[in-house]
């Protein structure tokens, strides 16, 4: 893209979020990359090194230690990140009164250590774990002292079952409550920005197009095409955490006269 129209097409992105009534951000693991957590299906993704049946909920249940040793690699690539210039620019945008709510994909817990309130996490965290048996809940430092004292899988204290982690693995479905949020944002918006994500993973992909059938504009900023850029009233190829942070520096300048 080149410079001048880079520029121009971020104002028209700034202009058309300080003129929208209601505005909800969809994130993607792509927002994160800037981070140091890689995303699934990027230039660099997960899925060029690691077989993504890993993640199935097959999987899992039939190799619940080989699971875990691959989960403890993400939950600590994930404590160990710090929120970027995106995360950041988007906890400013909620700050300023510009943005209702962020509805992301991702497990890491980026957008909450940016700063952001509303935050509806369509495919569950890495902070907890849940024991398959009672259903007691645990946060990742209790269960990483499990793990220490009695090995993989983790065991629950209170009634010996296995702990699972707290995120939506493949072939399970979504949690009820999020997705009812979800798409209730999404048709309430009139403006929609989706961020770092390929748009290949249902349901999500569908949020999008339940804004648009709605009549909500639908902005798509992502370094690549996506599955849905034929949606797109805008779209941005660039890298989030430079692209981002100027949008909602010309949002504040925009608020700031008027
Ligand atoms: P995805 O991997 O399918 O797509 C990410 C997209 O972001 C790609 O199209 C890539 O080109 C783009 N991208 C990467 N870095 C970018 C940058 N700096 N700026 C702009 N665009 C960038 O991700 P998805 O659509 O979120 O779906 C993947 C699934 O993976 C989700 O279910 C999510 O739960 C999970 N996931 C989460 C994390 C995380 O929590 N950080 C990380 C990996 C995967
Ligand atoms: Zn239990």
Not at 52 to 63: H, K, M, V
Not at 163 to 191: H, T, W, Y
Request: some cysteine; aromatic content about 6%.
């Amino acid at each position: 893209m080149e410079d001048a129209e880079l520029e121009g097409k971020i104002m028209e992105v700034a202009r058309m979020i300080v003129n929208a009534r209601r505005v909800a951000a969809l994130t993607g693991a792509g927002i994160s990359t800037e981070s140091g957590i890689p995303d699934f299906r990027g230039p660099a993704g997960l899925w060029k090194r690691v077989d993504p049946s890993i993640a199935t909920i097959d999987y899992f249940l039939e190799n619940p230690d080989k699971y875990w040793e691959f989960h403890i690699g993400l939950v600590s690539s994930a404590m160990a990140a710090r929120p970027n210039a995106a995360h950041i620019a988007l906890a400013e945008l909620e700050s300023i009164g510009r943005l209702d709510c962020v509805i992301t994909q991702n497990i890491d817990g980026l957008h909450q250590k940016a700063g952001n309130k509303n935050v509806i996490e369509l495919h569950g965290t890495l902070a907890t774990d849940r024991c398959m048996g009672c259903g007691k809940r645990y946060s990742w430092e209790e269960v990483n002292k499990i793990i220490k004292d009695g090995g993989l899988p983790p065991r629950c204290p209170a009634c010996g079952s296995i702990i699972r982690p707290d995120v939506v693995l493949f072939n399970e479905q979504l949690p009820a409550g999020a997705l009812n949020k979800a798409f209730r944002c999404s048709m309430e918006c009139d403006l929609m920005l989706v961020l770092g994500s390929s748009l290949t993973v249902m349901p999500a992909a569908y949020l999008p197009e339940t804004a648009k059938s709605h009549g909500a504009k639908v902005i798509i900023l992502n370094m690549e095409p996506t599955a849905m850029d034929y949606i797109a009233d805008v779209i941005i190829f660039g890298k989030l955490g430079e692209v981002l942070p100027k949008i909602v520096s010309y949002v504040r300048k925009m608020v700031s006269k008027s």
